[in-house]
């Protein structure tokens, strides 16, 4: 039984936006990017997606071309920056940064989401597809894979990075 986590692909938005929970479309290359991931993806009976429209648009194309059935779960969304969605990362006070960077997985200066939150669903879905056994490719983004992986609660264990198309896979 595996769980193959894959990031959605290049999205339509500026370089250094931070926009987490915010729906944005994917780049004009879309249908490239998506198109020579799939010859490198291992099988799967079925497909996950979080509903924000830059992931469930990938997992509509990879669903219809694996005949696949396609489930969206709220849980594997992107988190929630709050009133730092939209805004450059270079616009946020360093003052709420510092806040954040104080207390990683508890602090919300932005209103949002907190790094604990994002975890406890995460982990919460990822158990739920777990138990259904088979092999689940789950489209989704950068927070949810980085907390899958995390293995403990500090900033540095939630500091890897997966480039957009790529996956990793959890085997059980």
Known sequence: MALILLRHTRPDVLTGTCYGARD??????????????LPGLPSFSRV???????????????????????????????????????????????????????????ARPHGGESVAMLRARTFEALDAYRKLGGDTLIVTHA???????????????????????NFVTLID
């Open 24 to 37: 944005v479309g994917l780049a004009a290359t879309f249908a490239g990017e998506a198109e020579a991931l």
């Open 48 to 106: 996950v997606t979080s509903p924000l429209s830059r992931c469930r648009r990938l997992a509509e194309y990879i669903g219809a071309r694996a005949s696949c059935p396609l489930t969206e779960d709220d849980r594997l969304r992107e988190m929630n920056f709050g009133s730092w969605e939209g805004r450059s990362w270079n616009e946020i006070p360093f003052t709420e940064i510092d806040i954040w960077v104080n207390d990683f997985l508890h």
């Open 143 to 165: 927070g949810v894979i980085k907390a899958a992986l995390a293995t403990d609660e500090t900033a540095d264990s939630h500091a890897m990075t997966l480039d957009f198309g």
